[in-house]
């Protein structure tokens, strides 16, 4: 293959680069190295690069929010949205399990009672 001396430049260029590569486990994104240092695992989820607004108004005017932080607002209110749902649901599933419970219990003491009862002398010696 025939390299002309521009070319040959680039080429040394990306194998110089390429070296640098590395997909290691190190060198990696770990989670787990962040969670001992008590960091997040994802460095962006939170803090203040992504809270806070990118800019301000030098006369203190409210900076509108972003579109990204738009969406996390959605986000976390369909997140709110969903546990106050589900919280309904345990509450209302306790409250059945609660309510079977007792009918149980009424049905059972409807079958003691309703059982045959000693009759003549055996009633007689109590």
């Known amino acids: 293959m025939l390299v002309s001396k521009g070319n040959l430049i680039w080429v040394n260029a990306i194998r110089r680069q390429s070296q640098k590569f590395s997909t290691c486990k190190v060198t990696c994104f770990d989670g787990e190295w962040r969670k001992s240092l008590g960091l997040p695992e994802n460095p962006n989820a939170y803090g203040a690069l992504t809270d806070l607004p990118d800019f301000t108004y ?7 929010p972003g579109r990204n932080l738009m969406k996390k ?18 509450d209302e599933i306790g409250i059945m399990n609660r309510n079977k419970e007792l009918a149980a219990k009424e049905a059972k003491l409807l079958e003691e009672r309703s059982l045959l009862k000693p009759k003549g002398n055996a009633l007689r010696k109590k």
Do not use: F
């Open 58 to 64: 030098l006369d203190g005017r409210p900076t509108p």
């Open 73 to 90: 607002r959605e986000r976390h209110r369909e997140l709110t949205r969903n546990i106050i749902e589900m919280s309904k649901q345990m």
